[in-house]
């Protein structure tokens, strides 16, 4: 039967015209190609995520200070360079180099013989001239009684006053060139002005000084001290308006030490804004009792105008610098991380003030940034090796957006430094 069936059907086939034998056909081969086509770019069913590792924390409400951050120098509260007055050889110096000397202690002598001299000739001269004004005003007495008995003309008197009177002149001028002999002397004998510690010497013993103007040392004062710094004329508002309330409290960061900064107080604004700059000088005064900051010193210089109450901050570490600005992964519920843009303020002891973006109690994630995406499932770690990290270093785009927008990766413009008020 199934002979005769398929004998029947070629029979129909050879009676078939041949136009339509050749369009039957192409159909087939179409048909064959689509399932070919199929199953070639057939995809298996994406597998699921793995879960990324990261670090995370949480943003929390504290209070936050409003901080300005500038580099400064240490002063001396009062420096003074000790210079000579007179002429001559220093024949001795009375101190060490870097000794801590009391208000009067000898500091240098300088030949003192020949003005020893000069004292004595001054003394001389002024008694002198002492003893012939005490003769000239007794003899104008006695021709003042002689003309008042009509015995010498008037004339005669007046001479002898004169001369009594041009006698009182030279013994001021007397005393004047002893009191002028007297300080050259004593000008000798260089002491300290003040309590301080000398620094190094300018001049050695034996020299031979020719210039009243011969630098011998400088002498300053370290207890208490001035940290001067300069801030920009536009923080100078919010420094006056704070300054007139209290005190502001200044903190100085020495390179190297891991203590507890030294506190003072802002106790000098300068007058006027340098125009060339555009900066103004302020000084604040530290106590420095134990003298552990010292004229000459670079320091970072932490001026604290207020404290701000509850805003929201997270780790520095979390805020990331992308394409579109600022940004934060949010750990959502089920370990899903959301792309937040953020708005910062401030950077304060490794702590970035949030004013939009994200609120407190919100968990952020802090590493692990350069392998996440919107969406993406992650797994908080305690802490994370160098290949969970990954390399984060360049600046990225934005996440979930195509890898074609990664082009053209830069480097991420610097931060302000922490604390800078921007």
Same mark, same amino acid.
């Given at each position: 039967?199934?002979?005769?069936?398929?004998?029947?059907?070629?029979?129909?086939?050879?009676?078939?015209?041949?136009?339509?034998?050749?369009?039957?056909?192409?159909?087939?081969?179409?048909?064959?190609?689509?399932?070919?086509?199929?199953?070639?770019?057939?995809?298996?069913? @994406? %597998?699921?995520?793995? =879960?990324?590792?990261?670090? #995370?924390?949480?943003?929390?409400?504290?209070?936050?200070? /409003?901080?300005?951050?500038?580099?400064?120098?240490?002063?001396?509260?009062?420096?003074?360079?000790?210079?000579?007055?007179?002429?001559?050889?220093?024949?001795?110096?009375?101190?060490?180099?870097?000794?801590?000397?009391?208000?009067?202690?000898?500091?240098?002598?300088?030949?003192?013989?020949?003005?020893?001299?000069?004292?004595?000739?001054?003394?001389?001269?002024l008694a002198q001239d002492t003893a012939q004004m005490k003769f000239s005003r007794d003899e104008a007495k006695r021709y003042r009684y002689l003309y008042e008995k009509g015995a010498?003309?008037?004339?005669?008197?007046?001479?002898?006053?004169?001369?009594?009177?041009?006698?009182?002149?030279?013994?001021?001028?007397?005393?004047?060139?002893?009191?002028?002999?007297?300080?050259?002397?004593?000008?000798?004998?260089?002491? @300290? %002005?003040?309590?301080? =510690?000398?620094?190094?010497? #300018?001049?050695?013993?034996?020299?031979?000084?020719?210039? /009243?103007?011969?630098?011998?040392?400088?002498?300053?004062?370290?207890?208490?001290?001035?940290?001067?710094?300069?801030?920009?004329?536009?923080?100078?508002?919010?420094?006056?308006?704070?300054?007139?309330?209290?005190?502001?409290?200044?903190?100085?960061?020495?390179?190297g030490y891991t203590g507890e900064p030294p506190e003072g107080e802002l106790t000098f604004m300068d007058n006027t804004v340098n125009i060339q700059t555009g900066m103004i000088l302020?000084?604040?005064?530290?106590?420095?009792?134990?003298?552990?900051?010292?004229?000459?010193?670079?320091?970072?210089?932490?001026?604290?105008?207020?404290?701000?109450?509850?805003?929201?901050?997270?780790?520095?570490?979390?805020?990331?610098?992308?394409?579109?600005?600022?940004?934060?992964?949010?750990?959502?519920?089920?370990?899903?991380?959301?792309?937040?843009?953020?708005?910062?303020?401030?950077?304060?002891?490794?702590?970035?003030?949030?004013?939009?973006?994200?609120?407190?109690?919100?968990?952020?994630?802090?590493?692990?940034?350069?392998?996440?995406?919107?969406?993406?499932?992650?797994?908080?770690?305690?802490?994370?090796?160098?290949?969970?990290?990954?390399?984060?270093?360049?600046?990225?785009?934005?996440?979930?957006?195509?890898?074609?927008?990664?082009?053209?990766?830069?480097?991420?413009?610097?931060?302000?430094?922490?604390?800078?008020?921007?």
């Amino acid at each position: 039967m199934n002979i005769v069936k398929a004998r029947g059907i070629i029979g129909r086939l050879r009676a078939t015209p041949r136009k339509k034998k050749v369009m039957m056909t192409g159909i087939v081969l179409l048909c064959v190609v689509i399932i070919i086509i199929y199953v070639v770019t057939r995809k298996e069913p @994406a %597998p699921p995520l793995d =879960r990324v590792s990261v670090t #995370a924390a949480k943003a929390v409400a504290r209070d936050m200070p /409003v901080e300005l951050r500038e580099i400064g120098t240490i002063e001396g509260y009062r420096s003074v360079p000790l210079y000579a007055q007179i002429t001559g050889q220093l024949v001795k110096i009375h101190f060490k180099e870097g000794q801590d000397v009391k208000k009067g202690q000898p500091l240098f002598t300088i030949d003192p013989n020949q003005y020893q001299a000069k004292v004595r000739q001054a003394e001389a001269r002024l008694a002198q001239d002492t003893a012939q004004m005490k003769f000239s005003r007794d003899e104008a007495k006695r021709y003042r009684y002689l003309y008042e008995k009509g015995a010498v003309s008037l004339s005669d008197y007046e001479n002898k006053q004169s001369v009594a009177d041009a006698q009182g002149s030279l013994v001021i001028a007397g005393k004047a060139s002893l009191q002028d002999a007297r300080l050259d002397l004593a000008h000798c004998f260089i002491s @300290a %002005p003040f309590d301080g =510690r000398m620094g190094a010497y #300018a001049v050695f013993e034996g020299r031979m000084i020719k210039d /009243v103007d011969t630098q011998l040392a400088t002498i300053n004062q370290i207890t208490p001290v001035y940290a001067a710094f300069s801030i920009p004329e536009k923080d100078l508002p919010a420094v006056r308006k704070y300054s007139a309330e209290r005190k502001l409290k200044v903190k100085v960061i020495i390179a190297g030490y891991t203590g507890e900064p030294p506190e003072g107080e802002l106790t000098f604004m300068d007058n006027t804004v340098n125009i060339q700059t555009g900066m103004i000088l302020l000084k604040a005064t530290f106590p420095n009792t134990d003298r552990f900051l010292w004229p000459g010193q670079f320091v970072n210089v932490i001026l604290t105008l207020a404290t701000e109450k509850d805003v929201v901050v997270v780790p520095e570490r979390a805020i990331q610098l992308g394409q579109a600005g600022k940004y934060a992964f949010v750990v959502k519920a089920g370990n899903t991380v959301e792309y937040r843009v953020v708005t910062t303020d401030r950077t304060v002891q490794g702590l970035t003030v949030v004013r939009k973006g994200i609120t407190a109690g919100e968990t952020v994630v802090t590493d692990g940034h350069f392998k996440l995406r919107e969406g993406f499932p992650v797994s908080i770690r305690d802490s994370l090796s160098a290949g969970q990290r990954g390399n984060g270093g360049g600046l990225e785009a934005a996440p979930g957006k195509p890898a074609s927008q990664n082009a053209g990766r830069g480097t991420p413009q610097p931060e302000a430094p922490a604390g800078t008020k921007k």
